[in-house]
């Protein structure tokens, strides 16, 4: 008898041990049971959250659930991914990401996240140029007048962006480097309000995603200067691009991208980015993504984590020895 028991107790150990082996498969498999909650780190209105929206619409196509995007913006996006970092590795909350996440662990002292180790990189959403843009009363209307201009007022030129770290600030510090510019920098909560400050001339200029910055350029609220991809964009195709305006070899452009906390289950990761491949090919998505200037993204995910390695390298580069109130 004590043998035959002990042979049923080792049976059920090893049983339970294969239950546990298997769970987290079940578990991808099943996924998604539940509403999934896609966080975008800035405000509404600026190009961040209009690519959450658009591509959580898809992923409900394709993945059977709703999508609920949730706005938390502040301190450049990283609070954001910061909450993002900090969630369960299920897939249920997931990030919409940009170039500026990139940065952003020089850029702020003490950031209780790295973003390169502590996230799951999925793919990329979308690849969208910026574009120098000032107000429409402004007195200049190439990029050469501009550079004039701040050589001739150099203390009077600043700059806004949607807070330190963001793509408009990358695009103008790179802009400064490699021109020798002096401007000061005036973060913003998100592209929406800095827009609004630009338009009534309290700032000098901004580069902004195009998909952003669109409605005022159409609207006549901004004047576009130059764009910031080695070629011109097909959505601005008088514009210009910084290359051709005097400051060779400029080149910046703004990918968004889907983040989930680190640890993912990689089943649930391969669902994510083959979900997004998918949406990708859509009509409605292409539609979306052309209404935002943006060329569709859907990289494979070793792939990406190896160009976001890339990327943090290149801005750390640059960041290195500003000063972050600049």
């Given at each position: 008898m004590t043998t035959l028991t002990t042979r049923r107790g080792v049976l059920a150990l090893a049983l339970a041990g294969c239950a546990s082996l298997l769970a987290p498969s079940a578990q991808a498999a099943d996924w998604p049971e539940r509403p999934i909650t896609l966080v975008a780190p800035f405000t509404p209105g600026g190009t961040t959250d209009i690519v959450a929206r658009a591509i959580a619409m898809q992923l409900q196509q394709q993945l059977g659930q709703t999508v609920i995007v949730e706005n938390k913006p502040g301190a450049g996006g990283t609070l954001g991914a910061g909450y993002v970092a900090r969630a369960k590795p299920d897939g249920y909350t997931l990030l919409l990401a940009n170039v500026g996440h990139a940065a952003a662990g020089v850029l702020y002292k003490n950031l209780p996240y790295d973003f390169e180790r502590d996230m799951t990189q999925i793919t990329t959403v979308?690849?969208?140029?910026?574009?120098?843009?000032?107000?429409?009363?402004f007195p200049v209307n190439n990029v050469r007048e501009l550079l004039a201009y701040a050589k001739a007022h150099p203390n009077d030129i600043n700059y806004g962006s949607a807070g330190i770290g963001t793509t408009q600030h990358l695009s103008a510090e790179l802009l400064k480097k490699q021109t020798g510019m002096a401007a000061l920098h005036v973060p913003f909560k998100g592209a929406a309000p800095m827009m609004t400050d630009l338009i009534g001339g309290r700032l000098t200029f901004a580069l902004d995603s195009a998909a952003s910055a669109a409605a005022q350029i159409n609207g006549g609220g901004v004047k576009p200067l130059a764009v910031t991809s080695l070629t011109r964009t097909r959505f601005l195709p008088d514009v210009p691009t910084l290359d051709e305006s005097g400051v060779p070899g400029y080149q910046m452009t703004t990918w968004y991208s889907l983040a989930g906390p680190k640890d993912m289950p990689p089943a649930v990761t391969d669902r994510i980015y083959r979900a997004v491949r998918a949406a990708m090919d859509d009509p409605t998505m292409r539609k979306a993504l052309d209404s935002m200037a943006a060329d569709p993204?859907?990289?494979?995910?070793?792939?990406?984590?190896?160009?976001?390695?890339?990327?943090?390298?290149?801005?750390?580069?640059?960041?290195?020895?500003?000063?972050?109130?600049?």
């Open positions: 979308a690849n969208v140029p910026n574009v120098l843009v000032v107000a429409k009363t993204g859907g990289m494979e995910p070793a792939k990406f984590q190896a160009f976001v390695h890339q990327e943090t390298l290149r801005w750390t580069e640059l960041a290195r020895g500003w000063d972050s109130a600049n």
